[in-house]
């Protein structure tokens, strides 16, 4: 049992490891293309500084409708920055998007791919506690927020073995039996601790096959609590 739990510890960790390496990688990809993408684009002044050139090198360009062909260039090239400017925020504020949303993508693709694992090891193993909750004053115990009436004798047992198992210690019959009746389990018959634990079973049992298997619908009868489609008889 150990190794098993060392095996799924170590298991989350891997997990973890691999999250944050991929969302590390997104985050590299993405801000690598963005700069490539910023580099690419021209400058915005480059153009003003085209015009600027004409106007140093043509110096013989005195008529006006000349002049007022370099002005109307010099607002076109301002025109022109402003709008690389816009695209520039443009492309930030989707590759930001694009980042957000395959990082949710990354996310939620390994917690399907846990979930999946988690089915398959449900279906594997059948019932699967989650969760354990004794009541003594009820006389119940609930497993997995199902509620399950127990006698006084199984409540006992029950009790003795949970705080067995939380001090990850294995009882005999004879000292399952001494610690209920309060006797050494020297003194105690190994087959009266058996008998304890095989009335534990009948009890529990058969109210959690009454609840997840074999229905008791009031004054109707009985039925299966299973999906039709899932049963084959050979």
């Known amino acids: 049992m150990q190794d098993l739990t060392t095996s799924a510890s170590d298991m989350r960790r891997f997990g973890g490891r691999f999250v944050g390496g991929g969302l590390a990688a997104i985050v590299v990809v993405l801000a690598v293309g963005l700069g490539v993408l910023l580099w690419a684009l021209p400058d915005g002044n480059l153009f003003n500084a085209q015009v600027e050139?004409?106007?140093?090198?043509?110096?013989?360009?005195t008529s006006?409708?000349?002049?007022?062909?370099?002005?109307?260039?010099?607002?076109?090239?301002?025109?022109?920055?402003?709008?690389?400017?816009?695209?520039?925020?443009?492309i930030s504020v989707l590759l930001v998007f694009a980042t957000a949303m395959l990082i949710a993508a990354l996310v939620f693709l390994i917690m399907l791919i846990g979930f999946n694992r988690r089915m398959a090891q449900i279906e594997r193993v059948g019932i699967q506690v989650n969760s354990l909750l004794i009541s003594r004053e009820e006389n119940t115990v609930y497993?997995?927020?199902?509620?399950f009436k127990l006698t006084g004798a199984a409540m006992e047992t029950m009790s003795v073995l949970a705080e067995?198992?939380?001090d990850d210690d294995v009882l005999s019959g004879s000292e399952i039996e001494g610690m209920i009746s309060g006797r050494n389990a020297a003194d105690c018959d190994e087959a009266a601790g058996a008998t304890r634990i095989k009335r534990l079973r009948d009890t529990?049992?058969?109210?959690?096959?009454?609840?997840?298997?074999?229905k008791n619908i009031a004054r109707r009868g009985y039925m299966l609590a299973i999906d039709k489609d899932v049963i084959k008889v050979i």
């Open 53 to 61: 050139r004409i106007f140093i090198e043509n110096d013989d360009l």
């Open 64 to 90: 006006a409708s000349e002049i007022k062909l370099l002005e109307i260039l010099a607002q076109s090239g301002t025109a022109f920055s402003d709008t690389l400017a816009s695209y520039r925020i443009v």
């Open 143 to 147: 497993l997995n927020n199902l509620g």
């Open 164 to 166: 067995a198992r939380m």
């Open 204 to 214: 529990l049992g058969n109210q959690i096959v009454s609840e997840l298997l074999v």
